[in-house]
T-cell receptor, first 116, second 113 residues
Framework: DAGVIQSPRHEVTEMGQEVTLRCKPI?????LFWYRQTMMRGLELLIY????????DSGMPEDRFSAKMPNASFSTLKIQPSEPRDSAVYFC??????????????FGSGTRLTVV | QQQVKQSPQSLIVQKGGISIINCAYE??????FPWYQQFPGKGPALLIA?????SEKKEGRFTISFNKSAKQFSLHIMDSQPGDSATYFC????????????FGKGTMLLVSP
């Protein structure tokens, strides 16, 4: 199993540009999470899908952020327009059960986003 | 908002020593408490987890101690090794329905040779 696959690993973009982050969860995992990690705020849950349906998007900071999960094997997180304060490492995680996953989340290696 | 408070922010331990990281929570509905380990450039990975029906769980050199009345739990790393140098996150969640994990802010551990 290749684990959770995220792309790109690094993204540098100019303020105002659209950024799309991609995630392929582990096959058979029904739950998918997008997290943002910064030194100041730690790991923040942005949005959570179960069976491709968004369950909780209360962590999405503002309308500039959107996430989709068109099928069980693919999800995107889009920022439009991007701002310097969006610079962070964005993680995707998947789990075999709803919510806690009970047996843990499997995280991808993250996308380091820098907005200049 | 549900919170998990983690301390210390950073920790330096000599090789062979014991590393101790503490977490406290507020939500009495929490009943699943995992610890995650993160190396630079990698995502967090599940290390060990405990449920409140036991007060301690041990896996190799890693032990979780749990105090339900105090709403506190801690990670102990015995015989700490340089390879244990990483950031450690505690987390908590109700283990029901669609609840999700709430993470502490992390502890950066450095084990000196």
């Amino acid at each position: 199993d290749a684990g959770v696959i995220q792309s790109p690993r690094h993204e540098v973009t100019e303020m105002g540009q659209e950024v799309t982050l991609r995630c392929k969860p582990i096959s058979g995992h029904n739950s998918l999470f997008w997290y943002r990690q910064t030194m100041m705020r730690g790991l923040e849950l942005l949005i959570y899908f179960n069976n491709n349906v968004p369950i909780d998007d209360s962590g999405m900071p503002e309308d500039r952020f959107s996430a989709k999960m068109p099928n069980a094997s693919f999800s995107t997180l889009k920022i439009q327009p991007s701002e310097p304060r969006d610079s962070a490492v964005y993680f995707c995680a998947s789990a075999s059960r709803p919510g806690t996953g009970n047996y843990g989340y499997t995280f991808g290696s993250g996308t380091r986003l820098t907005v200049v | 908002q549900q919170q998990v408070k983690q301390s210390p922010q950073s920790l330096i331990v000599q090789k062979g020593g014991i590393s101790i990281i503490n977490c406290a929570y507020e939500n009495t509905a929490f009943d699943y408490f995992p610890w995650y380990q993160q190396f630079p450039g990698k995502g967090p990975a599940l290390l060990i987890a405990i449920r409140p029906d036991v007060s301690e769980k041990k896996e190799g050199r890693f032990t979780i101690s749990f105090n339900k009345s105090a709403k506190q739990f801690s990670l102990h790393i015995m015989d700490s090794q340089p390879g244990d140098s990483a950031t450690y996150f505690c987390a908590a969640s109700p283990d029901s329905g669609y609840s999700t994990l709430t993470f502490g802010k992390g502890t950066m551990l450095l084990v000196s040779p």
